[in-house]
Nanobody, 118 residues
Framework: QVQVVESGGGLVQPGGSLRLSCAAS????????LRWYRQAPGKERELVAS???????YYSDSAKGRFTITRDNSKNTAYLQMSSLRPEDTAVYYC????????????WGQGTQVTVSS
């Protein structure tokens, strides 16, 4: 059974940093593209960053220069290091794992809340 579990969210002050983790099980991890999405109240879910098995990365404009996505295939875990956090980064952050050659196999975690506030 495939599972995707996020952790690491919390309350942080503006300008602070946070590292989110996405632990996956029940899959051949290095065959999956890992993506971080976020959804703020009243807004649509948006893609923040992605990383392919060969570590090719993508970042949204809002994430560029502040967030870093990495993966450790030996630990079946992906990370999102967030720095210089802003109040507008407040959202539920979701990890998505999609099989690189068949998008029908896509799995979501339950989300982790990130709140940026003083």
């Amino acid at each position: 059974q495939v599972q995707v579990v996020e952790s690491g969210g919390g309350l942080v002050q503006p300008g602070g940093s946070l590292r989110l983790s996405c632990a996956a099980s029940g899959m051949i991890f290095n065959a999956y593209i890992l993506r971080w999405y976020r959804q703020a109240p009243g807004k649509e879910r948006e893609l923040v960053a992605s990383i392919h098995s060969q570590s090719t990365t993508y970042y949204s404009d809002s994430a560029k220069g502040r967030f870093t996505i990495t993966r450790d295939n030996s630990k079946n875990t992906a990370y999102l290091q967030m720095s210089s956090l802003r109040p507008e980064d407040t959202a539920v952050y979701y990890c998505n794992a999609e099989l690189s050659w068949n998008s029908a196999y896509t799995y979501w975690g339950q989300g982790t809340q990130v709140t940026v506030s003083s």
